[in-house]
C-alpha cells in the first residue's frame, strides 16, 4: 500500500487562479507535511500541520487535514509564475519514529 | 535563512566504486536524515540519525551504506561498492526535533557508470 499519494497527478491554471491539489494516506498519521520542488533541485518546506489540527495558513497557502477520510488538501490562493513547481505530502507516523513517507507529486503549472 | 548545504551538486562514479556525500544540517538541528529519489520516482527515506547512532533506517539502507558525524557540522552518507541501480538524487535533511519540519539540501545527483 502506498501512504500519501497526490491528486491530480497534473494540473495547468492561469497566473491569478487558485490552485488545490488533495493527498490521501492510509495509516494513522503523527503530523502532515507539504513540500514543494522546483525541477533538479530540493524540497521546500511549506507547512506543517499536527494531526488535532483541521486548518492551517501561511501567506497564499491553505491546508487542510481530515484525519477521519485521512486526507489532506493544500490550496494556492491567486498563483503566480512562480509557483511552477511539484508539491508533495509527506507523513509522519506514530509507529514509524520521525522518517516521511512522501506521494508522487503534483506538477502544477502557472501559465503567465 | 539557514539552510542545509549538499556537495557535491553531482558526483559520477563507476560501478564498484566508494562514494561519500557530504551534508551539513542546520547549526542548532539535533536530528539527520537521508533520503533518495530515484529519476522518476518518489523520494525514500533511507536514515535517520540522532545522538550520534542510527535511529531509523529502511530496507533499503543495507550493509552497502553507512553514515557518520565526524565533527560538528558534517553529517555523511557511505555507499560502499556502488551498483548502477544506486543512482538517484540523494538529499539530506535536519529537523532542530524529531516532531519538526524536516529541512532539506539541494540534493546530491549520484550517477552511476
Known amino acids: 500500500s502506498q501512504q500519501g499519494e497526490e491528486d491530480p497527478q497534473a494540473l495547468s491554471i492561469q497566473e491569478g487562479e487558485n490552485a488545490t491539489m488533495n493527498c490521501s494516506y492510509k495509516?494513522?498519521?503523527?503530523?502532515l507535511q507539504w513540500y514543494r520542488q522546483n525541477s533538479g533541485r530540493g524540497l521546500v518546506h511549506l507547512i506543517l500541520i499536527r494531526s488535532n489540527e483541521r486548518e492551517k495558513h501561511s501567506g497564499r497557502l491553505r491546508v487542510t487535514l481530515d484525519t477521519s477520510k485521512k486526507s489532506s488538501s493544500l490550496l494556492i490562493t491567486a498563483s503566480r509564475a512562480a509557483d511552477t513547481a511539484s508539491y508533495f505530502c509527506?507523513?509522519?507516523?506514530?509507529?514509524?519514529?520521525?522518517?516521511?513517507?512522501f506521494g508522487g507529486g503534483t506538477r502544477v503549472l502557472v501559465k503567465p | 535563512e539557514p539552510e542545509v548545504t549538499q556537495t557535491p551538486s553531482h558526483q559520477v562514479t563507476q560501478m564498484g566504486q566508494e562514494v561519500i556525500l557530504r551534508c551539513v544540517p542546520i547549526s542548532n538541528h539535533l536530528y539527520f536524515y537521508w533520503y533518495r529519489q530515484i529519476l522518476g520516482q518518489k523520494v525514500e527515506f533511507l536514515v535517520s540519525?540522532?545522538?550520534?547512532?542510527?535511529?531509523?533506517k529502511s530496507e533499503i539502507f543495507d550493509d552497502q551504506f553507512s553514515v557518520e558525524r565526524p565533527d560538528g557540522s558534517n553529517f555523511t552518507l557511505k555507499i560502499r561498492s556502488t551498483k548502477l541501480e544506486d543512482s538517484a538524487m540523494y538529499f539530506c535533511a535536519s529537523s532542530e526535533r524529531g516532531d519538526q519540519p524536516q529541512h532539506f539540501g539541494d540534493g546530491t545527483r549520484l550517477s552511476i557508470l
Open positions: 540519525f540522532y545522538n550520534n547512532e542510527i535511529s531509523e
Open positions: 509527506a507523513t509522519d507516523a506514530y509507529a514509524a519514529g520521525n522518517k516521511l513517507t
Open positions: 495509516t494513522s498519521i503523527n503530523n
